[in-house]
């Protein structure tokens, strides 16, 4: 009996413990926490950015020769050429005068590609013997299976390819040297433009390589003064003394110039398509016209002196190339 009334008298103390204002409920915000939809958005968003870059991660493949058909199965296994707003961010580089500019900068990418900004000159590239590299061509360029013309070329093989593997498809040049290879230069003319890439036959070999572009950049690489191989002036520059007058057509050449016993005439972009008549006037050859059309350019396998582009276009524009002094 004692126990109840002990048990009694608890119980008003307890009911007046659950209704302190200390021990009520209270709601608490906590700002700047994300709710679960919107953390959730940022889990998706992370997906997909993997995703997006999932193929520049891609390991590339290491051939160590280059048999026949190598470069095409090379082409097709690496990532596609990358548009330029998905190439790397590249050093910047003051306004200088061309011959006073130096090499341009590689720079190492994702999945071992070498990126080179297209406008800040002829890079010099890298290739061992016994290693296959690839040039890659920006989405949409294309080129001949004979654009790529080297010069000094003992020991180097440059082959125009191209990839057929969906979105793997695109055009690239595979070069490979041999173990008697030096310095070369390689020229190549695309629909878009015109490159001018020294090689060298040093490790580590730039097994792939691509360029960014820029809507100002110039429609050609600049001649190099020197080899890599010997770091000196080259014996016989192409020589540009030429002279152009007459009719000022859009398809007229950018320029005209002599290289390696042979004249290049190049027409800017979309120009060759016109098709002008070329007539050589001086040194006359006997039979057919020795010359050849190759990317944007007429090659003439002799050093010209003066000849004529006639248009086909109604009122058949002409323009006269002259070179050197003759008038």
Known sequence: MKRNHLLLAALPLLAGCAAHPDTAPVDVTTPGLPSP????????DRVHSFMGSLN???????????????????????APAAAPSASPALP???????AAR????PVYGKGGIVWFAYADGSPVITCAAGDLCIVRLQ???TASQDAAVLTGSAGWRADVV???KGVHAGWAVAISATSQATGAVLRLVTNRRSYILRLTPHAPSMRTVAFAYGANDPVSQPEPAWTPASGTQDRSPPDFSYRMSGAEPSWKP???????GRTYIQFPPGGINAAPRLVIVSPQ????QDYATTGDSYIVNRPVDEALLIGREAGSPTIRIVHGGKQ
Request: charge should be neutral; glycine fraction near 8%.
């Open 285 to 288: 050859a006997s039979g057919v």
């Open 139 to 141: 989405a949409g360029e």
């Open 254 to 260: 950018m320029r005209v110039y002599r290289d390696g």
């Open 56 to 78: 520049q991660r891609l390991d590339v493949p290491s051939p160590v020769a280059a048999p026949p058909g190598a470069a095409e199965a090379a082409l097709a296994k690496t």
């Open 37 to 44: 939809e919107l953390a959730l958005q940022h889990s998706i």
């Open 102 to 105: 130096p090499d341009p900068a």
């Open 92 to 98: 910047a580089r003051a306004a200088t005068p061309q």
């Open 162 to 164: 191209r990839g057929t």
